[in-house]
């Protein structure tokens, strides 16, 4: 789709500058030049939808005398003529034959040439061919709009058939109507001798006789809608996760995460520096960390059956756009401390909302989060993003008494779900990643221990204390995880 044209007609562009922003799947880009010249002529108007790939949109010329030359010529040979690449057969072939082997490439002259103007031969599509002989049109007597580089050809394409048989019909279609008529009459079953009205005969009579039912008027706003187009974006949300949730197979687990001590620690952060990263940029961190520890979290399916391992670690985050939902990724999250998180967060979600992210900024990713506890959902079940493995679904706060100690507490809590592809993870590695995400958000100085400037031995060591911790925690909580199928 064009969604504008940058750079207006006979006005000059060099290397790398914007000439039109295309409307892709899930995201707006620029479209750059690549050498310098004029835009001579804009082929493709803004607003244009479902582009093929290879359409031409536009003419540029090496300087403003030749672009002024190109914009006053006939340049409708460069332009899509309603079948597009069908490939032609010539007007002359007897309708409802098969094209010759040859015709695929070229074809033969044709007798036909007036209809397109002078001495030019004609050629038709298939498709073209095709629509006349179910209505019985003449191929010559048909208008061939499209016209060939060369100028010696004319093609009558789809769009001329249409026209021309628009308000005839199927051949066959209407002699079989008529001659249906005087059967029916024939074939009529006399009426039986009067009777006595039953009771069901009665009622419909009544039923009948009631006063019937005006039709709303044109001004009446009671019964108006309007249409409204699917972007996109939505298309494409729609078929991608309708295929996600069709071929793989999903299974899921939950798990309740203590956030005290991270609430808290977000508000001794916004005491002191005066802004602290979100509840999401530490959920975003605690899930790296916790895929670090299971790294069989962090792999995909290929389409040959084989299954690869990510070489880093790429957390998506669902960011809710006016045009649907999209992806960025945070790169590298797990090397990253919460500060760079949220600092890329917001940079991301931010050129999200206003379509100008790159492709590699939403496509890919190893795992992705999904967080609708803002909106006060308690939980949710998520669909796997192909082609990642999972995918978690993270719910808002809610309090519970805490009864395992002397004395009951009251404790903040919030309820997360993985979505796992059975074909590679299971029970196990969910539990295990679920337990280290729990216990990544319970302290939240597991996830400061990053040191600055690089991973030295020190980080290393550090870092292998800090995986045994987790595990250690985790071995002893296993057994308390749920699990739903």
């Known amino acids: 789709t064009i969604a504008s044209w940058v750079v207006e007609e006979l006005g000059s562009v060099a290397p790398g500058q914007p000439l039109a922003e ?102 038709i599509s298939p498709a073209a061919a095709f629509l006349l002989n179910s209505y019985g049109v003449s191929a010559s007597s048909v208008h061939a709009s499209r016209a060939l580089p060369s100028g010696k050809w004319h093609v009558v394409t789809k769009d001329d058939a249409l026209a021309a048989v628009k308000g005839k019909e ?21 009426a039986p001798p009067k009777s006595a009205p039953s009771a069901q005969a009665q009622s419909q009579q009544r039923a009948s006789a009631a006063p019937a039912v005006e039709p709303l008027g044109e001004g009446d706003v009671s019964g108006s809608f309007e249409d409204v187009d699917l972007t996109t974006m939505r298309k494409v949300i729609a078929t991608r996760l309708t295929e996600a949730k069709q071929s793989r197979p999903h299974f ?77 990724i945070v790169k590298n999250s797990d090397q990253k401390g919460v500060l760079q998180i949220s600092a890329d967060m917001k940079d991301l979600a931010g050129r999200a909302r206003a379509n100008k992210l790159k492709l590699d900024e939403f496509q890919g990713g190893s795992f992705t989060v999904s967080n609708l506890g803002m909106f006060g959902i308690s939980d949710f079940t998520a669909v796997i ?41 299971d029970d196990i590695t969910a539990a295990q990643f679920l337990q280290c995400f729990r216990t990544y958000m319970s302290d939240p100085l597991l996830l400061t221990l990053e040191p600055a400037g ?32």
């Open 454 to 485: 690089g991973r030295s031995e020190g980080a290393r060591d550090l870092e292998r204390a800090r995986t045994q911790a987790v595990q250690q925690q985790t071995c002893h909580a296993l057994p308390a995880w749920r699990h739903r199928r």
């Open 22 to 123: 295309i409307e892709t799947d899930k995201a707006t880009v620029d479209f750059e030049a690549t050498d310098d010249g004029v835009l001579a002529r804009i082929l493709v108007p803004a607003g244009t939808k479902d582009l093929p790939v290879g359409t031409p949109i536009a003419v540029l010329a090496d300087d403003a005398d030749t672009a002024k030359a190109l914009k006053d010529m006939d340049l409708s040979f460069l332009s899509s003529g309603g079948s597009g690449g069908d490939s032609a057969v010539p007007a002359s072939q007897p309708q409802g034959a098969p094209a010759a082997a040859g015709n695929s490439q070229g074809a033969s002259r044709s007798g036909a040439g007036s209809h397109a103007g002078g001495d030019a031969d004609v050629l």
């Open 252 to 328: 899921y687990a939950s798990i309740d995460c203590e956030i005290d001590k991270i609430l808290g620690y977000r508000k001794n952060l916004k005491q002191t520096l005066g802004a602290a990263p979100s509840i999401n940029d530490m959920i975003v961190k605690a899930a790296s960390l916790a895929i670090r520890d299971v790294p069989r979290i962090n792999c995909r399916l290929e389409a040959d059956g084989s299954v690869s391992e990510n070489k880093s670690i790429d957390v998506a985050v669902a960011v809710a756009t006016p045009t649907g939902l999209i992806t960025p």
């Open 385 to 425: 993003s192909p082609p990642q493995s999972a995918i978690l679904a993270v719910g808002g706060g809610h309090q519970e008494f805490d009864v395992s100690g002397a004395e009951p507490r009251a404790v903040n809590l919030i309820t997360v779900q993985v979505s796992a592809d059975r074909r590679l993870l």
């Open 170 to 190: 199927l051949v066959g279609v209407g002699s079989k109507a008529k001659q249906a008529e005087p059967d029916a009459a024939a074939t009529s079953v006399p």
